[in-house]
């Protein structure tokens, strides 16, 4: 019987990624249609552009932490010229390969430009609005903390974070799922590891109460997310 009761610690592959760009682009593929089907980046967007609407100002700067090839960026990007927002944008991994997709993808895209380095050596940026998707689970517990607390600190609005929900009916959703959403075997293998590196509701709260100036509304969405929305 699989033990859920805590965080796994495992590996996923694409943190170590061997591959060639053409099978990093496949995977990447494989979990853009994972999010397109079960509305991932829609929890984000609609958070986005809500905190934008209650906090109107000339322009707006965003990071994606953890952006792989820029797909998020790309949906925010469009929604804001529909809406008449300038805005820029920025996205920042520390997979090189992952960004070089990012930026061939991002060609007719001038207001997104990107950043190859690890969150966690980033120096003071200005920035309205933080997200983060599918990534607060690749870091260790004992990080999540120092991140929430710097990036907090570095919005100006707020900092919005969609990741996945630890639990045996998403683990096994999932995989029933994979067989016909999913190519690639490391989409496949890390969907699963990120489930079980994912999160219970109360470990979301209480590394909330370290931060007992923040406001934290955590919302539980569909397919088995979190959404956290920290503000000032
Ligand atoms: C599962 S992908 C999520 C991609 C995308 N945000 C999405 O929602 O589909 C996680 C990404 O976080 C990046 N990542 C993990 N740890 C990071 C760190 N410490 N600093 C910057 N990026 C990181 C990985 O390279 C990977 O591209």
């Known amino acids: ?50 905190l934008l609407r209650k906090h109107p ?3 707006y700067t965003i990071l994606d932490v953890g952006c792989a090839d820029g797909n998020m960026l790309r949906e925010i990007a469009l929604r804001a010229r529909k809406a008449k927002i300038i805005i820029k944008l920025i996205g920042l991994d520390l997979n090189d390969l992952s960004l070089v997709i990012a930026k061939k993808k991002s060609l007719k895209f001038p207001e997104i430009e990107y950043l190859n380095q690890d969150v966690f050596t980033l120096e003071n940026m200005d920035l309205d609005i933080v997200i983060t998707t599918l990534t607060l689970h690749h870091f260790r517990d004992r990080d999540i903390p120092k991140f929430l607390h710097r990036f907090s600190e570095m919005a100006s609005i707020g900092v919005v974070i969609n990741d996945l929900q630890r639990s045996r009916l998403a683990y096994y959703l999932f995989r029933a799922f994979s067989v016909i959403f999913i190519k690639t075997y490391t989409a496949k293998h890390d969907g699963l590891i990120s489930i079980l590196r994912g999160f ?13 100036n923040i406001d934290h509304q955590i919302s539980w969405k569909w397919a088995f997310r979190f959404r956290w929305v920290l503000q000032k």
């Open 1 to 50: 019987m699989m033990d859920l009761s805590e965080r796994s610690k495992e590996i996923e592959l694409m943190d170590g990624f061997q591959g060639t760009e053409n099978e990093l682009e496949l995977v990447l593929t494989d979990i853009n249609r994972v999010n397109a089907v079960l509305g991932g980046n829609a929890i984000t967007l609609e958070a986005v552009f809500r």
């Open 57 to 59: 100002k000339k322009s």
């Open 200 to 212: 219970k509701k109360k470990e979301l709260q209480n590394f909330a109460d370290q931060l007992p």
